[in-house]
């Protein structure tokens, strides 16, 4: 900290004054070796005054000092602070860190697989944890002061976004909310629901990146600005860039475009853009002096691909000294490995590239491996990552550079452009505070990316946090189980999906108003009496509708009689065709009759011009003039042969006949001629100011359309979510799992209480499951397979159809593939959102697992039978079947025949490389 002796007299005044009014503050300042930026200083003193807090600042910006000044004030009070993340990975790293701060008895870690020290004042954990003990009434939860919700805007993600409204909401009113976001451009509007539903919030805001970012693109081996000012928000595109795009994409055809070559006397064909190799882009990077980066690859085989270039390439970014401090870390992740898996794990390949200063970062690595990554990255001895966007999310890697080679990414269904949300979620990892002097975002360029697309994605300020909220089956039976059906209904309007949505209908509530002011103008407006002008409008539009259907019939009847006509035409026939270019006689030289469509002649015309004609080319059915003698085999890509046909229509003498009027079966129509009686005889009918009065009901007329379908629109988001929970609460009322009629309302059955302890996105089929006893009779290793089709889910979508084992599971999954579609019958009919089909793609894998076979058995089988499953997601999908079956053990018990089996199939599955790093 800035000593105080070197401020004017008026700062160190002040900054005395607030020691006082803050003492707590000013021991945590003493503690740590920087001056504490403004946002932070006010975000602890809200703390401090007794406020909750949001602080919404920018990846890097240090919010979480305020986090860990909960946890200071939570000590020095001597009660309780929980700090909760989204993910494991941020829950271990947060977790070391306050150990090593405060020591190992004062801090403890529960992320669903590990517990240690749960009864510690404080406690890191995952945010589904602490969702998990508030319905499960914990004791634990007495005496807490504070929660930190770290990274607080993943309420937006649509999976997993509920649990942290669920979590605000269910909170005993005495405790604190310290809410760390960031950036959003709604920030006023969230803290304005947290102070509705929390009581007193402060919130802070800072836009102010504490490293500059600079932003680039690189362009055929060069590396230049993409502004020409000294900020961003200038928007002035460097000129020099612009010139430089445009040379290149004059000199290069589009990357995988393949054309003729030049022919003699044309100019060559252009060669194709090769974007520059990912070995080139590192040196260019490492010569300007630019790592450690992250290059962003949406693939994790592109991932893998760019490591594995980089080493064949001979690159190396570590010296001896580093490579052996490098092999020391890897084996302190990685010694627990059983030596036989390493192989097939691609362990070597791994090192070497680690060694070297390269590494990948994806999902689909192995924990162990990710974990040391991360390790190596953050001390510096990995130059280089290359990464899918996961790495953007939570956990703490900062780099000098970040690197994007595209700016479209597959989500899952399409590839889909990059947002300026995930772009400067994105590139907000580079530069490293305290480290850097400024950060450096680069964009390789590649035909197609224009650089003013790319300064709309860096020079975009609006990344508006929606809610993606929704009551579900478990969280319906815990909340009757907690607080009744009413208050259920209550507490579900207090969420911010349904405070966004009231706040969306005020603007369309002022439409409403407005038009209906407009409707009464509207009708003061005609002169007589309205209701009669009304009425006659309501006749001349029945008159106008029943016009179309005849037209329309008419058009259709006419089109069959045509078709009917061209099919009787023969070889030789003269036709007329009536109008277009085609215009005059033609003579059929192949009736062009099909068993399916409607027949296309192909014809000569006098003009010599030959080709196929169809039904819309007559308007009327066809006439056969006459007939012409045609040879019995006509070639008519001869010139001559169209000239001899064409002169012998001409000789024939037949004159092209007049075309008549079509008749309208209009005036034939007994009800069209009713309404036009009608019509004559109404009053309005000869008014003398009828059509001015006409326009002014028409106009009222639409705006009465517009004004009810706003009003549809607002009663079906008032009061959305209670209406979703009211068709949850039947749909399980229905089905057993909650009381019937208004008494029993509030009443969890026996089914219902085990639903309540079920955490799955298929919770009410795992329940369904359990009640009909389908997994009754199934060994160990067959209760994993039946159990991971609730969890599993294909990355991508496959014609194979996947291979169960025998014995007890393929009768298991045809009853849960039954139970599924019964419920999915219900959830229509209740008009719910559907619950995920059952996905056997991991079953095969997870048996032969929990049947005790080796890794590379299991992996090598997967890969044979045609499944993408590499070691990572293998380890990943076991961890969420033996989740999924501890809860199971739980609900129904050790001592209950499936509760039991789930115990041994749990233990079956936690060894070798799904065990490791799991505590």
């Known amino acids: 900290m800035a000593s105080s002796l070197s401020r004017p007299p008026a700062e160190a005044y002040a900054a005395a004054q607030r020691r006082g009014r803050y003492p707590q503050l000013s021991r945590f300042e003493g503690e740590v070796s920087f001056e504490f930026d403004d946002f932070q200083l006010r975000g602890c003193e809200a703390l401090e005054d007794g406020h909750g807090v949001l602080v919404c600042a920018p990846t890097g910006a240090g919010k979480t000092v305020v986090g860990e000044f909960a946890v200071h004030l939570a000590l020095a009070e001597g009660r309780k602070c929980f700090y909760t993340t989204p993910i494991k990975a941020l829950s271990n790293q947060k977790f070391h860190d306050l150990t090593a701060r405060y020591g190992a008895d004062a801090v403890g870690l529960l992320t669903g697989d590990t517990s240690i020290n749960g009864n510690a004042q404080i406690v890191v954990m995952t945010t589904e944890v602490l969702r998990n003990m508030l319905y499960a009434g914990s004791s634990t939860i007495n005496d807490l002061a504070y929660v930190v919700m770290d990274e607080i805007h993943y309420l937006a993600d649509r999976f997993r976004g509920a649990v942290w409204e669920e979590v605000i909401l269910h909170l005993p009113e005495y405790v604190r909310v310290v809410g760390l976001s960031a950036t959003v451009s709604n920030a006023e509007e969230f803290g304005e629901w947290l102070i509705a539903v929390r009581g007193d919030t402060t919130v802070v805001v800072d836009e102010h990146r504490p490293v500059p970012l600079w932003q680039h693109m690189f362009v055929n081996n060069r590396l230049l600005d993409l502004f020409a000012g000294e900020h961003e928000h200038e928007a002035k595109i460097n000129p020099t860039l612009l010139r430089r795009v445009e040379e290149v994409g004059r000199m290069h055809a589009p990357a995988g475009l393949r054309g003729p070559r030049g022919r003699r006397g044309e100019p060559p064909r252009k060669p194709r853009f090769r974007p520059p190799s990912r070995v080139d882009v590192v040196e260019r990077l490492d010569s300007a002096g630019l790592l450690p980066a992250i290059v962003f690859i949406f693939s994790r085989a592109g991932c893998d691909a760019a490591v594995g270039q980089c080493v064949r390439s001979g690159l190396r970014l570590n010296g001896p000294e580093e490579i052996a401090e490098v092999r020391r870390i890897v084996h302190e992740h990685t010694a627990d490995l059983p030596e036989s898996d390493l192989g097939v794990l691609g362990y070597w390949e791994w090192r070497e590239g680690l060694e070297q200063g390269i590494a990948a970062h994806h999902a689909g690595l192995l924990p162990a491996f990710k974990e040391t990554v991360e390790e190596l990255f953050v001390r510096g001895l990995v130059k280089v990552v290359f990464a899918t966007e996961t790495l953007a999310l939570g956990i703490n890697m900062p780099a000098r550079t970040v690197v994007l080679e595209r700016l479209v990414k597959y989500n899952g269904e399409a590839h889909v452009d990059l947002t300026p949300g995930e772009y400067t979620q994105l590139t907000g990892r580079a530069g490293r505070r305290g480290i850097d002097v400024e950060g450096h975002a680069v964009v390789v360029w590649q035909p197609g990316v224009d650089p003013k697309q790319v300064a709309g994605l860096a020079s975009t300020r609006t990344y508006p946090l929606r809610s993606s909220f929704r009551p579900g089956y478990n969280m319906a039976v815990n909340l009757v189980a907690q607080v009744g059906a009413q208050e259920a209904r209550e507490l579900l309007e207090q969420s911010f999906a349904q405070f966004q949505a009231d706040r969306s209908v005020v603007g369309l509530a002022r439409r409403i108003e407005r038009n209906k002011e407009a409707l009464e103008g509207y009708a003061e407006a005609v002169t007589g009496d309205f209701d009669e ?21 008419n058009s259709a009847a006419r089109r069959a009689e045509t078709a009917e006509s061209l099919e009787e035409l023969r070889k030789g026939d003269v036709i007329s065709v009536p109008a277009g270019r085609r215009a005059g006689l033609a003579v059929v030289v192949d009736p062009g009759l099909d068993p399916v469509r409607e027949p296309r002649p192909v014809v000569v015309t006098e003009d010599r011009w030959s080709g196929p004609l169809s039904v819309s080319d007559f308007p009327s059915p066809v006439e056969r003039l006459g007939r012409v003698k045609l040879p019995k085999h006509v070639e008519l890509r001869s010139p001559k042969t169209r000239r001899d046909i064409a002169s012998s229509l001409r000789n024939t003498g037949i004159a092209r006949p007049k075309r008549e009027r079509r008749r309208s079966g209009a005036n034939e129509d007994g009800e069209l001629a009713a309404l036009r009686r009608a019509q004559r005889a109404h009053p309005a009918h000869g008014l003398a100011e009828r059509e001015a009065n006409l326009r002014w009901v028409e106009r009222h007329q639409r705006l009465s359309a517009e004004t009810a379908q706003l009003e549809r629109k607002v009663a079906a988001t008032t009061h959305s979510l209670a209406r979703s929970f009211d068709r949850i609460h039947a749909l399980l009322a229905e089905r057993g799992y909650l009381g019937t009629g208004a008494e029993a309302a509030d009443r969890i059955t026996e089914h219902g209480q085990r639903l309540a302890r079920l955490y799955s996105e298929s919770d009410l089929l795992a329940a369904e499951c359990i009640r009909h006893n389908v997994w009754h009779g199934l060994t160990p290793p067959e209760l994993a397979a039946v159990v991971s089709t609730l969890v599993y889910e294909t990355r991508r979508d496959s014609a194979a159809e996947p291979r169960l084992p025998s014995g007890g599971v393929p009768g298991a999954w045809q009853e849960t593939v039954r139970l599924w579609t019964d ?33 590379e058995k299991v992996l090598t089988t997967a890969e044979a039978n045609g499944q993408e499953l590499s070691a990572g997601d293998f380890v990943r999908w076991s961890r969420q079947v033996i989740d999924l079956l501890d809860q199971i053990r739980d609900v129904l018990g050790k001592d209950n025949p499936v509760g039991g089996t789930a115990a041994k199939a749990v233990r079956a599955l936690r060894r070798g490389v799904v065990a490791v790093g799991e505590t």
């Open 533 to 553: 002008m009304l009425s006659y409008v309501e006749l001349r539009k029945k008159i106008s509708e029943r016009e179309k259907v005849l037209a329309k019939q």
């Open 823 to 855: 419920l999915a019958d219900d959830e229509r009919r209740h008009r719910l959102e559907r619950t995920r089909e059952p996905d056997a793609g991991f079953a095969w894998p997870v048996y032969r697992w929990a049947r005790g076979e080796s890794l």
